[in-house]
């Protein structure tokens, strides 16, 4: 990609059930039309973070959107909003589904996408990423951020989260890159080696790859957790695989 400039903006989208909910739009400028990533944010919340990860992507020459998934708690900061997330039990799986098929279904009304739509998540969002992948229509590709709970692990299932994510892997439909570290606690590596086994169960098309010496979110540049060396190749395994798999 020959870089043009940039664009990113809060836009309003149809959620779940039509709610309508804020997103956060990021797009390259110039040349196209362009492939398409939901950027699924991790359990802080639609926060700096996430928007930064989502104008990376967008400078990488994909148009990107990061829909708010905790809107409707109303709180001040993306803190609060999380908190009382976790007070209700969780995101409910049906209700992020929803919001995540409707920033889908936003992106492919734009002009300069070419029509292809991947999905990204970390931590909370990597777990919901997997579930997307496997049971939303119309995801060309999908990049699982060492989310927990896709398999049971120490987790249990709750109202909100009533199934784990491994369960639906029949359904894939799409590549599926995972990126874990090795000191991570959750996805532990038995996690994932699970996760794994029932990919190659199904004969799903997918690649993982584990760091040694990263442990839980280890892109986040703005913690303790950050590590350069797996934040890097994870990166380039990232763009890589949506510029092979989304054009």
């Known amino acids: ?26 797009r390259p400028l110039g ?39 905790h809107f409707r708690e109303g709180k001040a900061t993306p803190q609060e909003n999380s908190a009382s997330i976790r007070e209700k ?45 496997c049971t939303l229509e119309g995801v060309n590709a999908a990049v699982d951020c060492w989310g927990g709970g896709v398999t049971q692990g120490n987790d249990q299932l709750t109202p909100a989260m009533p199934a784990w994510p491994v369960d639906f892997t029949d359904g894939l439909n799409c590549p599926l890159l995972g990126l ?24 799903k098309d997918y690649e993982f790859h584990r760091y040694d010496g990263a442990g839980h979110g280890f892109f986040a540049v703005d913690r303790p957790s950050y590590n350069v060396e797996a934040a890097v190749d994870g990166w380039e395994k990232v763009l890589a695989f949506f510029g092979k798999n989304l054009g």
């Open 1 to 26: 990609m020959s870089y043009q400039g940039m664009m990113a903006e809060t836009v309003l989208i149809k959620g779940h059930e039509g709610d309508m909910i804020d997103a956060y739009l990021a």
């Open 31 to 69: 040349g196209g039309p362009h492939g398409g990533v939901v950027l699924i944010h991790h359990m802080p919340g639609w926060d700096d973070a996430s928007k930064e990860m989502a104008r990376k992507l967008a400078y990488n020459g994909f148009v990107t959107i990061s829909p708010n998934l």
């Open 180 to 203: 874990f570290g090795n000191d991570d606690p959750r996805p532990s590596p038995a996690d994932v080696d699970e996760t794994e086994e029932a990919l190659k169960k199904h004969g």
């Open 89 to 133: 039990g969780g995101m409910p799986d049906v209700r992020t589904m929803g919001d995540v098929g409707g920033a889908m279904a936003y992106l492919r009304t734009l002009p300069y996408l070419n029509g292809k739509v991947g999905l990204i998540g970390f931590c909370s969002g990597g777990r919901q990423t997997y579930l997307g992948a």
